[in-house]
């Protein structure tokens, strides 16, 4: 792959850097493998998804606040010495489209509801699913944004279905990588049609992936590969989202009536439980992973965690 190996050099780097590709082509984790290789890679990745906050959660997470905006002085992620991924600023409103190109710009900001300046200390990784141009000339982006962001370099990841010749590569990577291949029974065995002894791809999974359009990119393979892993019955009595799940299509093939309401607030509370633990008990981070408010994670959540 062409940009893997440009990674090196795009970590090098300390200016902002714009990542552009359609949903689920691996935005995120081109910003996170560069993160891992830059100078800063031993300080937290931060990110900021306008997709998933409401605009005041967005402009604290952004420009930070203080009295009497906030009954605590917070810093904006911009303030952080570490790289910053921001994603879709597109969605942002016009006001904090403008405060993030200035504060790009002259890296400095004005926290909400104080004066002094501030220095912004990040290395801004801005992710978009389409073209700067494109976004401005629709009138997704103020026109201040589209010239800053404009000057830096930008890289785009083409779909999966520009590039089917990686299918195969990234189904082994995800296979062995991150699902880490499980026994389908005690005897250890594993499954026919997925990988074969040597750890390759079955053939006819091969050829099954490849014909397929994956309109959701890298994150739907990936999503469905996980589905074809067989847990061993201890794992899966644990999985109670995928049991409910399961319940309610069986009731509904069969043509009985089943309650859809219970059965989402069940996998809900699952989700939010395992976001919980994923979080260490810190509801607001795990808010932010489940693009929730906080009083939705404290109605379904079961934990009890610690407030950041």
Not at 131 to 151: A, F, Q
Not at 167 to 191: D, M, N, W
Not at 220 to 241: P, T
Request: proline share 5%.
């Amino acid at each position: 792959m062409k940009l893997r190996r440009r990674i090196p050099s795009l970590a090098d780097s300390s200016a902002p850097l714009v990542i552009v590709g359609e949903t689920g082509t691996g935005k995120s984790l081109l910003a996170t493998l560069i993160h891992l290789q830059c100078p800063r890679s031993s300080a937290e990745l931060q990110t900021l998804n306008f997709s998933v906050l409401v605009e005041r959660d967005q402009r604290i997470a952004l420009l930070g606040g203080s009295s009497p905006d906030l009954p605590t002085t917070r810093r904006g992620l911009l303030e952080i010495p570490s790289t910053t991924v921001i994603k879709h600023p597109d969605i942002a409103s016009p006001y904090l489209q403008e405060e993030l190109a200035e504060a790009i710009a002259t890296k400095k900001l004005v926290r909400p509801g104080a004066k002094s300046l501030q220095l912004v200390l990040c290395r801004p990784i801005i992710t978009i699913r389409s073209p700067l141009g494109d976004l401005h000339r629709r009138g997704k982006i103020v026109t201040s944004l589209y010239s800053c962001l404009r000057k830096f370099e930008q890289s785009s990841i083409p779909s999966l279905r520009d590039r089917k010749e990686d299918i195969p590569l990234l189904a082994s990577h995800f296979f062995r990588s991150q699902f880490r291949l499980r026994p389908t029974a005690e005897s250890g065995a594993t499954s026919n049609y997925t990988l074969l002894g040597n750890g390759e791809l079955h053939p006819a999974l091969k050829r099954f992936l490849i014909t397929k359009s994956w309109p959701e990119n890298v994150f739907g393979l990936n999503a469905y590969l996980g589905s074809l892993i067989v847990r061993n019955h201890r794992e899966k009595f644990d999985e109670s989202d995928a049991i409910e799940l399961t319940k309610v299509k069986q009731l509904i093939e069969e043509g009985r009536e089943t309650s859809l309401h219970k059965s989402l607030e069940l996998i809900e509370q699952f989700l939010v439980d395992l976001a919980l633990k994923k979080c260490d008990g810190n509801k607001t981070e795990a808010a932010a992973l489940l693009g929730l408010s906080e009083r939705s994670v404290r109605r379904s959540g079961r934990l009890t965690s610690q407030d950041h």
